[in-house]
């Protein structure tokens, strides 16, 4: 019974960060310029990935009769906000947007963990994170190596 209170928890907090990634790409495009289109086209496959993570998610909430979370963490709304600030500041540039991404990326990772770190995970459930984690720490090192390069 303990992985039926848990599991359905856990990955409603998942499919919120898969929610807080998506909305995340989709503020770092509206701020690229014409020159970064590798950046968005690089954007547009991690918010297809976040989406992909989310049913995969959801599908396994379903399986357990709980309602899914639709919207975003609190967390992630008040990084977006931190970052709408920050742009005033520093500027919509191709380092900066790099910058908050990554910061995204470190997030991403941290639930992740955290979510994997919790008590009576069923194995499948336990899998389907460590896998989704997995993925997503590539694409945290793909943007960490692309911020990197762009200080060179």
């Known amino acids: 019974m303990e992985n039926?209170?848990?599991?359905?928890?856990?990955?409603?907090?998942?499919?919120?960060i898969n929610n807080d990634r998506v909305a995340g790409y989709e503020k770092a495009i509206e701020e690229l310029q014409p020159e970064d289109s590798d950046l968005k086209a690089l954007f547009v496959r991690m918010i297809g990935e976040s989406h992909k993570y989310k049913l995969a998610l959801a599908t396994a909430v379903q399986g357990t009769g709980t309602e899914l979370e639709t919207g975003t963490t609190t967390s992630g709304k008040i990084y977006r906000a931190w970052m709408d600030v920050k742009?005033?500041?520093?500027?919509?540039?191709?380092?900066?947007?790099?910058n908050n991404c990554e910061a995204g990326e470190d997030a991403a990772q941290r639930a992740y963990k955290s979510a994997l770190e919790e008590e009576g995970l069923s194995a499948d459930t336990r899998a389907l994170i460590t896998e989704q984690k997995t993925e997503l720490r590539a694409s945290h090192d793909e943007i960490k190596a692309l911020r990197d390069a762009n200080k060179a």
């Open 4 to 16: 039926i209170a848990i599991n359905p928890e856990t990955l409603n907090d998942l499919i919120q």
């Open 87 to 98: 742009a005033v500041f520093t500027g919509h540039d191709r380092q900066t947007i790099l």
